[in-house]
């Protein structure tokens, strides 16, 4: 007689349970009442606000570089300018990103490191950074310009930073030490920790500390460029 009475109490905790996950009728009214834009009102807003770019005035450098590999987005352009997330560097930084030393940073053509979220990047006078054209720098990547001695945390001293060629691709997560060239065409896997120099470049590293995973085949590679060119913020060509 026990064991019915628990088995009826069951099945009826039961019901309850699978009537308490049904949605109710106000749930369903507001589901309903959430359908989808239409396309062709995302088309129109789309195009409402790409002819603002293009045609509003002092806008017209941010319609250009939509195409680039770091393009200057007004959300971005907001965070940074507008409200001071690293708002002395002359090109365009995530919010999440930190550039210290800006100064002693040399970028290329198209080059924007720090564009993806929680990059830590940093130069001196003594230990700059230069990036070649069309270079790639993935999110939440360091680019160490110097580091703190291991004898007095508080000196810095010098291996001469940071050099990368162009056309290069650093992956999300990597790391690039202080005192290390990296050639044209290099690039550097996820996850690694870059401690020493590929100068030839054409290459695949990758690992902690990264080596030599494979050559590439410089006739096989492409460099491609973009119609409007920018350093930064400036436009250098317009095609």
Known sequence: MIF?????TY???NERSLASTQPTPAQLRK???????????RKLLKASYLGC???GPGLRNIYDSLDTPSPILPRMLFMQKGLGFNRRVPWPVHFT????GWQFI??????APGFEGGCYIFA???SPISIGDYTIISANV???GYNHDLYDYTKFPSKGGIKVGRYCWIGMNASVMPGTELGDHTVVAAGSVVTRSFPNGYCVVGGVPARLIKHLDPSKTIERRSPNEFIGFRRVNSK
């Open 124 to 126: 001196s006078r003594e």
């Open 31 to 41: 589901a309903r009442d959430r359908q989808p834009m239409p396309r062709w009102i």
């Open 11 to 13: 099945e009826c905790d």
């Open 4 to 8: 019915i009475d628990q088995l009826a």
């Open 142 to 144: 360091c680019l160490a």
């Open 97 to 100: 990103s930190r550039v210290s």
């Open 53 to 55: 770019l293009r045609h």
């Open 106 to 111: 040399e970028i290329g053509i198209a080059v």
